[in-house]
Nanobody, 127 residues
Framework: QVQLVESGGGLVQAGGSLRLSCAAS????????MGWFRQAPGKEREFVAG????????NYADSVKGRFTISRVKAKNTVSLQMNSLNPEDTAVYYC????????????????????WGQGTQVTVSS
């Protein structure tokens, strides 16, 4: 059974940092591109960051570029999202997602490319 379990969310003041982690199990981690999405109240789920199987291709949403960093550790079957310079607009539930792909060097931005999703972790940024 595939499981993606997010952790690291919480309440932080504007300008602060958080590091989210996603632990994957039940799938061959190295065969999956990984991504982070978020959904704020009353809004659609949106792409945040994606990383290829190899880790060599990374994409970010324009709204987080330069502030967020996605990474993956093959040996631990984890993908992380380091979030710096947080602002209230970053408040959302953050979801980890996995995309099975033949291509090791491609990362994905569309939610439809991802087959598996975690339950989400809440990030709240106070002003």
């Amino acid at each position: 059974q595939v499981q993606l379990v997010e952790s690291g969310g919480g309440l932080v003041q504007a300008g602060g940092s958080l590091r989210l982690s996603c632990a994957a199990s039940g799938l061959p981690f190295s065969s999956y591109a990984m991504g982070w999405f978020r959904q704020a109240p009353g809004k659609e789920r949106e792409f945040v960051a994606g990383i290829s199987r190899s880790g060599g291709s990374i994409n970010y949403a324009d709204s987080v570029k330069g502030r967020f960093t996605i990474s993956r550790v093959k040996a631990k079957n984890t993908v992380s999202l380091q979030m710096n310079s947080l602002n209230p607009e970053d408040t959302a539930v953050y979801y980890c997602a996995a995309s099975p792909t033949f291509y090791s060097g491609i990362s994905y931005r569309r939610a439809g490319e991802y087959n598996y999703w975690g339950q989400g972790t809440q990030v709240t940024v106070s002003s």
